[in-house]
């Protein structure tokens, strides 16, 4: 059950941290030798706080976290060396060859401003400020169903007719 926990404990760190894999590989060498960093584990067990978040901070703000985590990633590539190789197969673009796409992106922006404007680049003529919604709709809304509006919209929605 302990190693259940554990799990979901790392899984939920994982999901907070990119680097928790990194860091938790130099906490073995870090957190093992010092007893303080033990005693403040077992009460992250005892009170209900995530342990791997906890081991997690620890570790980052121990001292000699900067020389241990080097150590940490060269076992870690030595465990996924597939990894490693995907990253150096990758290829990286030359700045040149950025300029020239930027240079054809501004292109078509240009070519897009300069092409006729049709009906439906313009607005509609909904009076209410959510697309599709009328002064009077807006009106009968309850209150659950205007909160489902996203809220950047409801704010205009405020802006324009007071709250």
Request: proline content about 5%.
């Amino acid at each position: 059950m302990l190693k259940q926990y554990n799990a979901m404990c790392e899984q939920v760190a994982k999901t907070q941290y990119d680097d928790y894999d990194e860091v938790i590989e130099a906490a073995n060498d870090i957190l093992l030798n010092n007893p303080a960093y033990k005693q403040q584990l077992l009460n992250a067990y005892q009170t209900g706080d995530n342990p791997a978040i906890i081991a997690y901070h620890l570790t980052k703000s121990d001292p000699s976290f900067d020389k241990a985590v080097g150590l940490a990633r060269a076992r870690l590539e030595a465990r996924n060396p597939k990894k490693k190789e995907a990253a150096k197969e990758e290829p990286k673009k030359e700045p040149e060859a950025k300029k020239d796409e930027a240079k054809e992106k501004e292109k078509k922006i240009e070519e897009n401003s300069n092409k006729a404007k049709t009906s439906g680049s313009f607005g509609g003529g909904e009076t209410g400020g959510e697309p599709g919604l009328t002064l009077e709709e807006l009106r009968s809304m309850s209150d659950d169903e205007f909160r489902k509006i996203p809220k950047a919209k409801r704010d205009k929605i405020l802006m324009k007719y007071g709250a």
